[in-house]
Every structure is written in structure tokens, then in C-alpha cells.
């Protein structure tokens, strides 16, 4: 059992920077590939980053070039440093864990998610 909780969301003005967070519970932490969605008002959620285990990052082409995803293993945490922030980028954002244990089997887990506003 993992549990995800996000932090560092907030209001910020277009062109600006933030930071979230995402902290994780459990055990076996780096098993996990880690990622991070949005879901905007009346959207569907999207992924935003993710990365995995070997260290392969994908991101949406939305934000390539501007946000930027990383871990540290040894804190259990995960980061989404997001760079030239728009007002499109306003969605909560959500972390997420997933890890693959068989062809059958697969580990998913959610946080609650954190709002990012992007306005002037």
C-alpha cells in the first residue's frame, strides 16, 4: 500500500514558477514508476510527466521544455518543477504510483491533488 500526498500548489502569475511535491508512504518507493496529471475544469485528467524506474521521462507536449520531473529515493518523494507558467497550465494536479508486478497484476496509486492557478 502506497500512499501519495501532493503539496507546493498555489496562485501564480503567468510566466511564473512553482514546485509540487509528492511524498510517498510505503515501502519500496523506487519500484514505482511516478507521474504527474491534471485535470482542468470540465476536462478529462491528462499526464503531465512521468518517470520511470530506469529513469525514462515522457511528457505531454503541452509542457515539454517547461516543467521538468524528478525523485529522490531517498525522501520517497517525487517533484514537478514547472517553469514560463500559462494560464492553461490551471488544473489540479495530481501524483500518481504505479508499479507492474505481472502481466496481470499492476499496483496504482493516486494522491488527493493539489490546485495550480495560473492568473494575473
Known amino acids: 500500500q502506497v500512499q501519495l500526498v501532493e503539496s507546493g500548489g498555489g496562485l501564480v502569475q503567468p510566466g511564473g514558477s512553482l514546485r509540487l511535491s509528492c511524498a510517498a508512504s510505503?515501502?519500496?518507493?523506487?519500484?514505482?514508476?511516478m507521474a504527474w496529471y491534471r485535470q482542468a475544469p470540465g476536462k478529462q485528467r491528462e499526464l503531465v510527466a512521468r518517470?520511470?524506474?530506469?529513469?525514462?521521462?515522457n511528457y505531454a507536449v503541452s509542457v515539454k521544455g517547461r516543467f521538468t520531473i524528478s525523485r529522490d529515493n531517498a525522501k520517497n518523494t517525487v517533484y514537478l518543477q514547472m517553469n514560463s507558467l500559462k494560464p492553461e497550465d490551471t488544473a489540479v494536479y495530481y501524483c500518481?504510483?504505479?508499479?507492474?508486478?505481472?502481466?496481470?497484476?499492476?499496483?496504482?496509486?493516486w494522491g488527493q491533488g493539489t490546485q495550480v492557478t495560473v492568473s494575473s
Open positions: 500518481n504510483a504505479d508499479r507492474v508486478l505481472s502481466p496481470t497484476v499492476k499496483w496504482n496509486y
Open positions: 510505503g515501502r519500496d518507493f523506487s519500484a514505482y514508476a
Open positions: 518517470l520511470s524506474t530506469n529513469g525514462n521521462t
